[in-house]
């Protein structure tokens, strides 16, 4: 059975800082584009930030830009987004995602374009 875990997320005040860490069983993903997304109340799921297999390539949302880092370890099938400069609207559930295809050079960014979801970590900013 493929899992992925979220972990590291909580409560922060504006201007910290997170590192959330998805850990995968079941499959690796060593050779698959793996995806960071959220989900605030009331709103539709949104990409973050992805990476390619080989860190070769990573994409990220505009908001996310120069603010979030996202990195793998492949040898631990685990892959991270280092979160600083945290604004209150960062809010969010955030999920780790996995696509099934594998050596891609390409970081899609549409939900149903990955294949492999965690339960999700809540990330909450306060002002």
């Known amino acids: 059975q493929v899992q992925l875990a979220e972990s590291g997320g909580g409560l922060v005040q504006a201007g910290g800082s997170l590192r959330l860490s998805c850990a995968a069983s079941g499959r690796t993903f060593s050779k698959s584009t793996m995806g960071w997304f959220r989900q605030a109340p009331g709103k539709e799921r949104e990409f973050v930030a992805g990476?390619?297999?080989?860190?070769?390539?990573?994409r990220y949302q505009d908001s996310a830009k120069g603010r979030f880092t996202i990195s793998r370890d492949n040898a631990k099938n685990t892959v991270y987004l280092q979160m600083n400069s945290l604004k209150p609207e960062d809010t969010a559930v955030y999920y780790c995602?996995?696509?099934?295809?594998?050596?891609?050079?390409?970081?899609?960014?549409?939900?149903?374009?990955?294949?492999?979801w965690g339960q999700g970590t809540q990330v909450t900013v306060s002002s």
């Open positions: 995602a996995g696509d099934a295809a594998i050596l891609s050079s390409y970081v899609v960014t549409g939900v149903r374009e990955y294949d492999y």
């Open positions: 990476i390619t297999w080989s860190s070769g390539r990573t």
